[in-house]
């Protein structure tokens, strides 16, 4: 994000005086603009400018080579030493010499990493400071060598030994770093920034870009044409492109000290004259620019897209396959026009046409590219350059010719050679296809009636021409234009955001809306809510997981190739290439959260998570309505047709222990009953019961799930919705999980309306006694404990309180293939107590059922 140096900003804007990053960062926060953070240099304590004496090589038994050096640091050398006009201090490198002149840190100095610097005897000798590198000092990333400062634009005459070089240097200033919004593109550079803190502030701004005399265009320029045969979204790739000779310039010298600086200060690390001016020019005025070796370049330069099977090596010497939507830079070597690509157009230039040591003409390009090809690009090379932050965000499309001249001003005055002054060729190419900014018509009481705040008469006006839009009024309307660096202001409601924003947000006052009357919840809902909070309850903590998967996550589960699951709705454009696809079922993807709290320590888990699955029985055709308008109810149709079914789960993981061991008890680990407990759990919480049968699906451990469906009487057939029970060994050992872990996943849509319009009644507390019966019966060993347990309900009729399995066994005294199953019947009456003939008549109603209904035998 951009780099705020205060020092810069004061020279563009009024800063108030005493003013620290704090209090510029409160005034553009007030404006949109947040801070991100505060950056000192992380240097304290004496650094000084010192000049070096003498310097002696030496070499030590270990084979280390050290310069010992004798450095006059000004009032700061000892005058009671041996040496008093100087100080000795040994230094590892060896790129200088008596005679320069150095940053020198004292003792008691601290640099960055909270280094601190002390005199210490080393190699023979009592070294008395440091002598720095740029990377010490974090001011670039040079650690080669000592830092010469008459190599890095300092002239010889404005400095001192002894000189605080704090200040020289920059690193007594503090920087502010700001988070900007994707609609705000003009706060990428200096001009930008200090406008906003002019609009929150009142202070008097001074538009650098006013300060620049432009050369006119001529007719016999560099020659350029912009060939764009597939525009992205009907809009031409290239739409301004200045360009612009300068010669005789010493491409390679060092650029001037306070440039580098402001470089260094705003995250950028200085290289050479021709590329720090285009890079302060840029982050001066918001204009990327390339400066191309001229000698390198054949017209006509010709923007155009890719062709299929092209390459580029670029400037960070990567060879890219480049893509027929990448819009290119190209030249004309041998008269073969676009033959030879020179650049990614807003991105990234390539390496033919590097400027070099050797180079001494330069052509500067300034242009407006698309933003929406830039972004494709970068995104698409993964190439985020300081280029494309910009102009995918907007760059205004006047400032082409301004930041060109700005670049030759500057080269002129800083770039000549012993030999040589620089001079710019009068021919200036300018192709300015750019479009104008369409006005926007808005009510005059359009803000107050959005805002809800009446602003007095003119105030709107006067708020919107102070951002630099023009305001006409015709009858009830205001008629706005807005300036060339605001692409993001379309319609009215942008308008009412900047008046809005321009006012404080602040000061908007507080009005608590009043509820409108209405039926509240939907029904799914209500159902949602109360079985997350069910869940919650008993112990399990909700999750969210992404719906992203990969092919290999079904293999994991073990799911059979032939499965529905296997139907996968595949993403056009994946967050993550290695899960293009999207979940069938939400439990394919909330073992991601099992991973992620195993990989922290967290052995013992209870999770759940309600979600969407997303199912391939969607058409996935369907055109793309016009944005510009709402689109009709067939087109609506259409979109949704084309969409996956999206059916809600609810899905958990029970994994570890239930209960930790402690002193007085072992450990109590989950089961599959747990499961089944928590499946039940989400029935009762949406108002419906679930018959339990055994079940068999992948992942789930095939002895050890329960099948739960959902009967909806003889008219409706039971609809299995849920398995509920212990995952399978293998897919526990696939996935990385703790043995026997437990797991349930539910449908949640046949439930949801299931329970629609049901109608809870409450039920009368029974205050008679009750009469307890248990039986033990002697069945198959195939039939369900539940189809038993849903007989026994059916023949107690009304009396009926609770019926429950309490004990299943099998063995030699039931037979072979038999088992023995005994429940527990509690019966009540409502209004007396039951008589023994009451309870024996349910009773044998119980026995007659059960052996006529499955054949079982009372033991």
């Known amino acids: 994000m951009p780099f705020v140096p205060l020092q810069w900003l004061g020279e563009v804007v009024d800063v108030d005086p005493g003013s620290t990053a704090e209090d510029v960062a409160a005034a553009l926060v007030k404006v949109g603009l947040e801070e991100e953070g505060v950056h000192g240099s992380g240097v304290m304590g004496p650094l000084v400018v010192g000049r070096v004496i003498t310097a002696e090589k030496e070499t030590h038994k270990n084979g280390k080579s050290i310069l010992y050096c004798r450095v006059d640091v000004g009032e700061h050398n000892d005058p009671e030493g041996e040496f008093p006009a100087s100080r000795g201090i040994v230094c590892g490198a060896h790129n200088f010499g008596a005679g320069d002149l150095v940053a020198v840190a004292l003792p008691g100095a601290v640099l960055p990493g909270d280094f601190e610097i002390a005199a210490r005897k080393t190699y023979?000798?009592?070294?008395?400071?440091?002598?720095?590198?740029?990377?010490?000092?974090?001011?670039?990333?040079?650690?080669?060598?000592?830092?010469?400062?008459?190599?890095?634009g300092f002239e010889a005459a404005d400095l001192t030994p002894g000189q605080d070089a704090l200040p020289l240097l920059g690193l007594d200033e503090e920087t502010l770093e700001i988070t900007v919004t994707p609609d705000r593109g003009y706060c990428f550079c200096m001009r930008g920034v200090a406008r906003e803190y002019s609009h929150s502030t009142g202070n008097k701004y001074r538009d650098p870009a006013l300060a620049v005399t432009v050369a006119p265009a001529t007719k016999n320029g560099f020659p350029l044409e912009v060939d764009d045969k597939a525009p992205i979204r009907g809009r031409v790739g290239c739409d301004r492109f200045v360009a612009r000779y300068v010669r005789g310039v010493d491409a390679a010298a060092p650029s001037p000290a306070w440039m580098q600086k402001r470089l260094m200060q705003s995250g950028m690390?200085?290289?050479?004259?021709?590329?720090?001016?285009?890079?302060?020019?840029?982050?001066?005025?918001?204009?990327?620019?390339?400066?191309?070796?001229?000698?390198?370049?054949?017209?006509?330069?010709?923007?155009?897209?890719?062709?299929?099977?092209?390459?580029?090596?670029?400037?960070?010497?990567?060879?890219?396959?480049?893509?027929?939507?990448?819009?290119?830079?190209?030249?004309?070597?041998?008269?073969?026009?676009?033959?030879?690509?020179?650049?990614?157009?807003?991105?990234?230039?390539?390496a033919s046409s590097e400027v070099s040591e050797t180079t001494t003409d330069l052509l500067i390009e300034g242009a407006h590219f698309d933003p929406v090809t830039v972004a494709r690009t970068a995104r698409r090379h993964k190439l985020p350059s300081e280029s494309s932050k910009r102009f995918e965000r907007g760059v205004d499309p006047e400032m082409a010719p301004v930041a060109v001249q700005r670049v030759i001003d500057l080269l002129v005055e800083y770039g000549g050679g012993v030999d040589s002054t620089p001079t710019a060729d009068p021919e200036v190419t300018d192709l300015d296809n750019a479009a104008e900014p369409v006005a926007i018509s808005m009510p005059t009481e359009f803000p107050d009636r959005i805002v809800g705040v009446e602003y007095a008469p003119g105030e709107v006006r006067a708020t919107l021409e102070a951002i630099g839009c023009g305001v006409m009024e015709k009858g009830e309307r205001l008629v706005v234009v807005p300036p060339s660096w605001r692409p993001d202001l379309k319609a009215p409601i942008d308008l009412v955001e900047e008046v809005a924003r321009l006012h404080g947000y602040d000061e908007l006052p507080s009005v608590l809306p009043v509820a409108p009357p209405g039926r509240g919840l939907s029904h799914s809902q209500k159902v949602r809510r109360a079985v997350a909070r069910a869940l919650a309850e008993r112990g399990l903590t909700e999750v969210q997981t992404y719906p992203f998967i990969s092919a290999s996550r079904l293999d994991d589960m073990l799911v059979p190739e032939a499965d529905w699951r296997r139907s996968l709705v595949c993403l056009a454009n994946p967050l993550d290439e290695g899960k293009p696809f999207l979940r069938t079922a939400v439990l394919e993807t909330i073992f991601d959260a099992v991973?992620?709290?195993?990989?922290?320590?967290?052995?013992?888990?209870?999770?759940?998570?309600?979600?969407?699955?997303?199912?391939n029985e969607g058409t996935g055709v369907a055109q793309s309505p016009d944005v510009t308008k709402r689109p009709s109810d067939e087109e609506v149709a259409e979109l949704d047709a084309a969409l996956p079914h999206q059916?809600?789960?609810?899905?958990?993981?029970?994994?570890?222990?239930?209960?930790?061991?402690?002193?007085?008890?072992?450990?109590?680990?989950?089961?599959?009953t747990d499961a089944v407990a928590a499946a039940h759990e989400v029935a009762r919480a949406a108002g419906v019961e679930f018959d339990v049968s055994p079940?068999?699906?992948?992942?789930?451990?095939?002895?050890?799930?329960?099948?739960?469906?959902?009967?909806?009487?003889?008219?409706?057939?039971?609809?299995?919705?849920?398995?509920?029970?212990?995952?399978?060994?293998?897919?526990?050992?696939?996935?990385?999980?703790?043995?026997?872990?437990?797991?349930?996943?539910?449908?949640?849509?046949?439930?949801?309306e299931a329970s629609e319009g049901l109608v809870v009644k409450a039920v009368p507390v029974r205050t008679?006694?009750?009469?307890?019966?248990?039986?033990?019966?002697?069945?198959?060993?195939?039939?369900?404990?539940?189809?038993?347990?849903?007989?026994?309900?059916?023949?107690?009729?009304?009396?009926?309180?609770?019926?429950?399995?309490?004990?299943?066994?099998?063995?030699?005294?039931?037979?072979?293939?038999?088992?023995?199953?005994?429940?527990?019947?509690?019966?009540?009456?409502?209004?007396?107590?039951?008589?023994?003939?009451?309870?024996?008549?349910v009773r044998n109603a119980i026995i007659a059922a059960a052996e006529k209904t499955h054949g079982a035998k009372l033991r």
Not at 129 to 141: A, K, P, T
Request: proline fraction near 7%; charge should be negative.
């Open 124 to 152: 023979g000798h009592v070294s008395d400071g440091m002598i720095c590198s740029e990377r010490e000092l974090r001011i670039g990333d040079d650690h080669s060598g000592i830092m010469v400062l008459t190599r890095k």
């Open 269 to 350: 690390r200085p290289i050479s004259l021709a590329v720090d001016v285009t890079n302060y020019v840029m982050l001066e005025l918001g204009q990327p620019l390339h400066a191309y070796d001229a000698a390198k370049v054949d017209g006509p330069i010709v923007v155009r897209r890719a062709a299929k099977g092209e390459k580029l090596t670029t400037l960070d010497d990567v060879e890219r396959e480049l893509h027929p939507e990448d819009l290119l830079i190209t030249d004309s070597p041998g008269g073969k026009k676009g033959s030879r690509i020179l650049a990614l157009a807003g991105v990234m230039g390539g």
């Open 595 to 615: 991973a992620v709290n195993l990989s922290r320590g967290i052995p013992d888990l209870a999770i759940f998570e309600v979600g969407r699955a997303y199912l």
């Open 647 to 672: 059916p809600r789960h609810v899905v958990g993981i029970l994994a570890g222990n239930r209960q930790r061991a402690s002193w007085n008890a072992p450990a109590v680990p989950f089961d599959w």
């Open 695 to 752: 079940g068999e699906t992948m992942p789930f451990h095939p002895g050890r799930t329960a099948r739960l469906t959902l009967n909806r009487g003889p008219e409706n057939p039971a609809q299995p919705i849920a398995f509920a029970g212990e995952l399978h060994p293998k897919v526990i050992e696939n996935l990385g999980l703790p043995p026997r872990t437990c797991a349930f996943a539910i449908h949640l849509d046949p439930i949801i």
């Open 768 to 841: 008679p006694p009750l009469a307890k019966e248990d039986f033990a019966f002697v069945v198959d060993e195939a039939l369900a404990a539940g189809d038993l347990v849903a007989t026994v309900r059916e023949a107690a009729g009304e009396l009926l309180e609770e019926a429950r399995v309490f004990d299943v066994y099998a063995g030699e005294q039931v037979g072979a293939g038999k088992k023995s199953i005994a429940l527990t019947v509690t019966l009540r009456a409502a209004d007396h107590t039951l008589t023994a003939e009451e309870i024996l008549a």
